[in-house]
T-cell receptor, first 112, second 113 residues
Framework: SQQGEEDPQALSIQEGENATMNCSYK?????LQWYRQNSGRGLVHLIL???NEREKHSGRLRVTLDTSKKSSSLLITASRAADTASYFC????????????WGLGTSLAVNP | NAGVTQTPKFQVLKTGQSMTLQCAQD?????MSWYRQDPGMGLRLIHY???????DQGEVPNGYNVSRSTTEDFPLRLLSAAPSQTSVYFC????????????FGQGTRLTVV
């Protein structure tokens, strides 16, 4: 069963704007990861945040994690048309790092 | 490094046919997984392996078999294809360490008619 739920399901913005996507999960986790998928392609890892971290940055990406609310957000700043893709969160469960549990994804469209 | 390589990229099968989707990784990762991705369903785990000779079922294992005779290879076998198995299949590998990312192949788009 899917653990993560991304919100919104779809997001359309203009180039230069910021995009924020949220992910909620249900169980205790070791980490939460964000991946990107371009249409018809494989998933590419963006960023991993551990359960004892609250915020992490990578280039134009900023991820926050609130374990008390079991939620995370991914912020893409100064978006570009090339950021158009689907974004998925995945959680590594505490005590079981053998598999990731995936959300349904947010489809982001960045309009030139 | 090639990373994770899946073959074929596209396949059309008739109902009842069998086939094997190939997955190979050259990163010496211990863990490998097979997922299917359907519209609106996200990624669902079919089978996974924590090392050579060890496999286990995921969420949706029915109709699929796997084996892991080597660290590098993790083939997925469809025993008797059904239209419900029309999907995009992804193989992924990861190190055993906790807090590590997964690497994905480019996917196999399978259509069962």
């Amino acid at each position: 069963s899917q653990q993560g739920e991304e919100d919104p399901q779809a997001l359309s913005i203009q180039e230069g704007e910021n995009a924020t996507m949220n992910c909620s999960y249900k169980t205790s986790i070791n980490n939460l990861q964000w991946y990107r998928q371009n249409s018809g392609r494989g998933l590419v890892h963006l960023i991993l945040i551990r359960s004892n971290e609250r915020e992490k940055h990578s280039g134009r990406l900023r991820v926050t994690l609130d374990t008390s609310k079991k939620s995370s957000s991914l912020l893409i700043t100064a978006s570009r048309a090339a950021d158009t893709a689907s974004y998925f969160c995945a959680t590594g469960e505490a005590g079981n790092n053998r598999k990731l549990i995936w959300g349904l994804g947010t489809s982001l469209a960045v309009n030139p | 490094n090639a990373g994770v390589t899946q073959t074929p990229k596209f396949q059309v099968l008739k109902t009842g046919q069998s086939m094997t989707l190939q997955c190979a990784q050259d990163m010496n990762h211990e863990y490998m997984s097979w997922y299917r991705q359907d519209p609106g369903m996200g990624l669902r785990l079919i089978h996974y392996s924590v090392g050579a000779g060890i496999t286990d079922q995921g969420e949706v294992p029915n109709g699929y078999n796997v084996s892991r005779s080597t660290t590098e290879d993790f083939p997925l076998r469809l025993l008797s294809a059904a239209p419900s198995q029309t999907s995009v299949y992804f193989c992924a590998s990861t190190r055993r360490d906790q807090n590590t990312e997964a690497f994905f192949g480019q996917g196999t788009r399978l259509t069962v008619v």
